[in-house]
T-cell receptor, first 113, second 111 residues
């Protein structure tokens, strides 16, 4: 049973470009959460999605960031017009049911030059 | 404001020592508390705690929750170098499905 998968593991972008981060939840999990981790800081919640629905996006910056979890395929976190401050590790987690234990993927480390 | 505070921020011990990591929280409508171990990759799940006073154990690790005093501890006995990691505490609360994470305790175990 494969765990949560994320790709790419490392992503380098120049300022102004777009970054697309993908997350495939564990088999049987339909709840996906995205977190951002800045160096020497804890995980900060960004968004919680179920299939085709955004349930809670209270942690998402109002501009440039968006997330989706389509009926088919992985969840995608999209960052438009990246800036250096977007450089961080972005983790995805999934759970079987709402509020249940979240299992994390290996993260995508985004570096904006 | 809801918050999760972990202490100490960092800790250096020698192999064989016992360590106790602390997590205190202030959240409305507490639902559960999770402990994770994070090395240079994904946080790996250790424990979920929902009830006060019931110790959870896994090998040399154990954890307990005190809902009256609003804290949890994670104990590691007979530490090994492989225990070196950042230990994260996260608290979830009713009405939302997100968890608030503490900044973690960085543990280094010396041989």
């Amino acid at each position: 049973n494969a765990g949560v998968m994320q790709n790419p593991r490392h992503l380098v972008r120049r300022r102004g470009q777009e970054a697309r981060l993908r997350c495939s939840p564990m088999k049987g999990h339909s709840h996906v959460y995205w977190y951002r981790q800045l160096p020497e800081e804890g995980l900060k919640f960004m968004v919680y999605l179920q299939k085709e629905n955004i349930i809670d996006e209270s942690g998402m910056p109002k501009e440039r960031f968006s997330a989706e979890f389509p009926k088919e395929g992985p969840s995608i976190l999209r960052i438009q017009q990246v800036v250096r401050g977007d450089s961080a590790a972005y983790f995805c987690a999934s759970s079987q049911g709402a509020g249940e234990t979240q299992y994390f993927g290996p993260g995508t480390r985004l570096l904006v030059l | 404001e809801d918050k999760v505070v972990q202490s100490p921020l960092s800790l250096v011990v020698h192999e064989g020592d016992t360590v106790t990591l602390n997590c205190s929280y202030e959240v409305t409508n507490f639902r559960s508390l999770l402990w994770y171990k994070q090395e240079k990759k994904a946080p790996t799940f250790l424990f979920m705690l929902t009830s006060s006073g019931i110790e959870k154990k896994s090998g040399r690790l154990s954890s307990i929750l005190d809902k009256k005093e609003l804290f949890s501890i994670l104990n590691i006995t007979a530490t090994q170098t492989g225990d070196s990691a950042v230990y994260l505490c996260a608290v979830g609360y009713s009405g939302t499905y997100k968890y608030i994470f503490g900044t973690g305790t960085r543990l280094k175990v010396l041989a």
